[in-house]
């Protein structure tokens, strides 16, 4: 259930467990945020009428404050009935008509989509991808190799349908959404543009925060809210913003514990003059924010708009039940900072991709995944997760449709050598 910003309904009838949790009245969650507990309230995102018997159907109760959803939970939880579930899913899978693990990774993929879905017949009817642009501060710091307006020219050649993300979302068969998280720019309104700019870009990193803590947690709720609400079972998420790669590295660097050096790439492609130039502009940002540690004031110092609201989607996408595709460098720096908020958002995430990026090989072992496809990719815009999706929908397909060597009267060479 999503909530716009002016449905928050604040509330004075707070139970109170020490000097810093604050449990939300809707539905008890504790929250161990400073700001919950300085101003002794909390806000809950669940509409304030629900019951309680209602509250198991809620998507997700998210608290503005601390952005943390406690109904983000592991997609198997150690219960009786999950372990039924997953002995059940096991056995599907053992009895199709191939050797055991013949189809290696799609059995990994088949298994984590019945899982989320909790059933043995999941289903992929529909894949939607959301584009998130916004423009960064750092773009005037010369980091990257093209001009900052480029941010806003490509996402009018994402809405006439002529960019790469387009030509693949028909291939396809994949919904496609451009949202406006903050671009510099104003857009003449079009039905598949969204509506939900944080503001005219970010400020310099360089120089201070990139954005406010009150804009990244706008960025974040308003991702998860786009989400949470979809029908689509299985989601990706892409985006544009020219210098959104340093911002990335930025990200990575902090959240994973690395050198800054270890994070940088060529992005939109600079030369090793550039390269040189972008190495000794993020060095100093890093260095100015080294201290941060709460990953939401990280995230609104290093991040963007449109990294903020692809960590919000992530959020919604776990908290509603749905497989995420991660994109590639830039796509993946949200989801850490999803992962940093709820780790059990990590069971709901399938990597598409490997770019070329060194920075995105780093975050990728710190979240311990390994990508469906390796094709030195680095365009962004979503089309290393709209390449996967056939793959996704592979693994949803013979888990459904092929034959068991029961049904097809084939023999089970191994079931019958343990006899």
Known sequence: MSVVPNQLAQSSSLKQNGDSNSACPTCGALFTCGAVAKQNDCWCMSLPQLKTEQLSEVAGCFCPFCLRVKAVLPVASHSAEADIFAEQLVTKIANKTMPRGALGRLIEVAKQLATIQQTLTPQVHKVALWVFAADHGL???????????????????????????????????????????????????????????????????????????????????????????????????????????????????????????????????????????????????????????DPVQVAAALGGFEILMMAGAFIGAAASKKMALVDGYIATSAALIACALNANVRAYLVFAHQSTEPGHQVAMAHLKARPLLDLDLRLGEGTGAALAVPLVKAACAFLNDMASFESANVSDKQASDKQ
């Open 139 to 293: 773009a005037k710091e010369g980091v990257s190799a093209y001009p900052q307006e480029v941010t806003w020219q490509m996402v009018e050649n994402f809405l006439s349908g002529g960019a790469a993300i387009n030509v693949f979302a028909r291939l396809n068969d994949i919904e496609l959404k451009v949202v406006n998280a903050g671009v510099a720019h104003v857009f003449e309104a079009r039905p598949q543009l969204l509506e939900h700019s944080i503001g005219l870009g970010t400020a310099s990193s360089l120089h201070g925060p990139a954005m406010s803590v009150e804009q990244a947690r706008q960025a974040i709720s308003a991702g998860y809210n786009l989400i949470v609400d979809h029908e689509a079972p299985v989601v990706a998420f892409g985006e544009m913003g020219i210098a959104n790669t340093s911002a990335a590295a930025l990200l990575t660097a902090h959240l994973c514990g690395a050198s800054i050096e270890q994070c940088i790439g060529r992005g939109t492609g600079v030369d090793d003059a550039g390269l040189a130039h972008k190495t000794k502009v993020l060095q100093a940002v890093a260095l100015r924010h080294k201290d941060l540690q």
